[in-house]
């Protein structure tokens, strides 16, 4: 075929990129519901805390977020509690690939894991796919907007895992928050999933599909067209909150804050936005953390995004990230030529997913640091009767008994070998089964190793004999095991 032939095959192409029309509905009253209901029934029910977060990397990252709640459950479990500290946890979050291992465990708890591995992650989640290269049409497609459409991914996960299920169904049938982490293109900042910012939108969230949002998260740019969102500005009276007007005139206000702030302002003004395109939400933030620091950032108060019940019972607070890395390879390094075309595409996405990473990473730990000596200094403030109402007793109260534990579950803990073969697993959405299985054991052995969690569960009553001792001896245990899944 001629150049010009090319080039005109490819403009009258260029009409074929995957269009995703918006799913979200309108608003018509009043604010959207909290994700999760908090209301604490027993009186021993918040005094352990347990937030995950899960990064990107695509099945990879499903796999090795599959493999820490695997082995969360198993160093924990109890004939009491089979589930551990699975069991405690109250917040999730996840971006790309590991939205979708948060997004499941969110809506079932540790039920999720039954079966994961066979009915998802070994699967060909590709399966609905344009993803050949050498495809022609699919290269056209991709390079006019994307090349599959949400009803590629979208609905292989609908089939596989959610079938169906909406925000509204995991408010209904879970307690743990879960946040669900795309990119805003327009706004160039994270966007999540959550009621404030449905509520800018004017848009119901209980109603929203969470494959849709799971698929957004997801959304690697050229390999998916962006899901979107509509803003419906005519359909509620929408009032910012006063933190929002706030940030936008506060000097002191962190980069981050204002522009989530100036983010949400722009989805009620018709002029700006009509239309918000979601991308892979590892390009803004790849550990999905924005969320919390926003939170925290927000509050008025010393122990937001806790309630005020939550913040006095407290006593341990743990906090994990797993990070699944991205695909990294030293192919380019040793040429003089490239990388170029798609290479140079997916390592650009890379390095940009790195950074947010660290980054992000970084600033959330100093929030959780201020968060704790906030949350104390709230809780040596009340009064005994705010104390009593909140814990049905005062016995045994003491306002500074509360320890937060922060870790990071990466492929740092294993040795270079292994760190070798783990990092040249592609980011796709369908591995070989010994490359699912390599990242689960990973995801265990990492998890096993890792200090603040094995300070956490010694810190638990009773403590964890098996914590301490590989707390100890962890150089006998760097070696991965073959472990039952």
Known sequence: MKPIQVLCAAVLLAGCAAVNKPLNQPLESGQNAPLAETTLKT?????????????????????????????????????????????????????????????HFGLNGARALEGYRDNYLITNAERYMANTPINPLTVVRGLSGGANGRKTFGRYLDEKLFHGATFGDLRARSQITTWINATDMANQTPFLFSPETFDALCSDLSSFPISDAVAASAAFPLVFSPITLEAHQDTCTY????????????????????????????????????YVKLLDGGITDNFGTTGLAIERARARNGYAPLTAQQAVRLKRFLFLVADAGTEKTYRWSQKLRGPGGPNLAMGIAGASMGAASRTGYDAMRLQIEKWESDLVAFRCSLPAAQVRKHRGTLRGWNCRDVKFFVGLISFDALDEAQQTALNEIPTRLKLKTEQVDMTIQAGRMATRLNPDLNGFLRAQPGGNPLAAIRAGGGGALRRIAPIKN
């Open 43 to 103: 009186p021993q029910d918040g005094e352990v805390y347990v937030g995950l977060a899960f990064s990107g990397g695509g099945m990879r990252a499903s796999a090795f977020a599959y493999g820490v709640l695997e082995e969360l459950r198993a160093q924990s479990a109890s004939p009491e509690n089979p589930e551990g500290i699975l069991s405690d946890v109250r917040l999730v979050t996840g971006v790309s690939g590991g939205s979708v291992t948060a997004a």
């Open 239 to 274: 009032q910012e909150p006063d933190w929002l007007t706030a940030a936008r005139h506060n000097p002191e206000a962190s980069s981050a804050m204002r522009a989530h702030a100036a983010a949400l302002e722009s989805y009620g003004n018709p002029d700006k936005v009509k």
